[in-house]
Structures are given as structure tokens and as C-alpha cells.
Nanobody, 123 residues
Framework: VQLQASGGGLVQAGGSLRLSCAAF????????MGWFRQAPGKERDFVAA????????RYANSVKGRFTISRDNAKNMVYLQMNSLKPEDTAVYYC?????????????????WGQGTLVTVSS
């Protein structure tokens, strides 16, 4: 199983970015796909997750109303649309896959991880 995250970059506060996660190596129809982020010197925090099978979604309170997670079943892709970005959103963003049924917000419960993509939001 391989996950490949892309789409990070430098953006001004208030701007938008869309992150993409390509999933390879198996069928992910029973998986939960999540996005986490890790700022320098901090723990890896949950951002959003989506159940591939039925599309149930969960967001961290800090991104609700600004970020949108979605999936493309045909392409095995998961996206994170990030709007109204703030400097505190600056972090390395990781996509992850969890083979269990319910959505977890705990990083070490996810089985597979992508390499991370850096998002920098300037003030």
C-alpha cells in the first residue's frame, strides 16, 4: 500500500490550496482515509477523515467550515480543499489510511501513511 500526498505550497493568509492523496496497491473501499498535520515541535494532529465506502466525514473543530475532504473512487484519490487559510494552518500535511470501520482521530491508529506535503501560510 502506498499513499502519495501532493499540493502543498506557500500561500497568503486567506488563500486556498487543494491537497491530493493518491492511493496505490489495493482496494480502499473499506478504509477510512484521513488527513493529519504536524507543525514544527508539535504532535501530529487530526484534520479530517472520510469513510471511503459511504462518504461519512469528520473534521477537527479548528478546520470546520474552512476545509473540505472528498474522494474520487474511480481514481483512488482523496482531496483536502483548504480555504480561508490562517498562519496557524502552517504544517506538514499527511494523508493516511485506516483499515477499521469507524473514523479515528488518533494518528497511531492509522495503518498507512504518505510522505507529507508542506503547507506554509504567510501573514
Amino acid at each position: 500500500v502506498q499513499l502519495q500526498a501532493s499540493g502543498g505550497g506557500l500561500v497568503q493568509a486567506g488563500g486556498s490550496l487543494r491537497l491530493s492523496c493518491a492511493a496505490f496497491g489495493r482496494t480502499f473501499s473499506s478504509y477510512v482515509m484521513g488527513w493529519f498535520r504536524q507543525a514544527p515541535g508539535k504532535e501530529r494532529d487530526f484534520v479530517a477523515a472520510i469513510k471511503w465506502y459511504d462518504g461519512i466525514i469528520r473534521y477537527a473543530n479548528s478546520v470546520k467550515g474552512r476545509f473540505t475532504i472528498s474522494r474520487d473512487n474511480a481514481k483512488n484519490m482523496v482531496y483536502l480543499q483548504m480555504n480561508s487559510l490562517k498562519p496557524e494552518d502552517t504544517a506538514v500535511y499527511y494523508c493516511a489510511a485506516d483499515s477499521r470501520i469507524t473514523i479515528s482521530t488518533v494518528a497511531n491508529e492509522y495503518d498507512h501513511w504518505g510522505q507529507g506535503t508542506l503547507v506554509t501560510v504567510s501573514s
